[in-house]
């Protein structure tokens, strides 16, 4: 409840100084960031740059050279099946392509890119 409060707060302040597009971008971001937070952090790390080998950079890597958005929702969302047949990285299912978009214009953010956003349809399953 109080990051909702926070996020309110924070899109009204930034509205009137930006254009829609940047507010828009602004909303995925902060709700990007809350969803990684919760779903990717404890394995990437706040900064994204993951723990040596075990966990791999999300940051300072070609990852977002090598994978379109849809793929990278297809990782997100289905997870990554590790050699031996284990679980590498767990499966997202529940999360919904707003929450997808959102999480990936966040990684993109922290890997510098900040042009717009990414759109909910290309990353639909």
Do not use: W
């Amino acid at each position: 409840m109080k990051n909702s409060l926070f996020i309110s707060l924070l899109i009204v302040a930034l509205s009137s100084c930006m254009n829609k597009e940047e507010v828009l971008h602004e909303q995925y971001r902060v709700e990007g960031l809350a969803l990684y937070q919760k779903k990717c952090e404890n394995c990437h790390q706040e900064n994204g740059k993951g723990f040596k080998k075990l966990y791999p950079a999300l940051v300072g890597t070609d990852l977002l050279k090598r994978y379109s958005d849809l793929e990278l929702a297809k990782l997100i969302v289905k997870g990554v099946e590790a050699k031996d047949g284990h679980e590498f990285m767990p499966t997202n299912k529940d999360l919904a392509p707003i929450e997808i978009a959102e999480i990936i214009t966040y990684i993109k953010d922290l890997n510098g890119v900040k042009k717009g956003i990414v759109e909910q349809d290309s990353v639909k399953l």
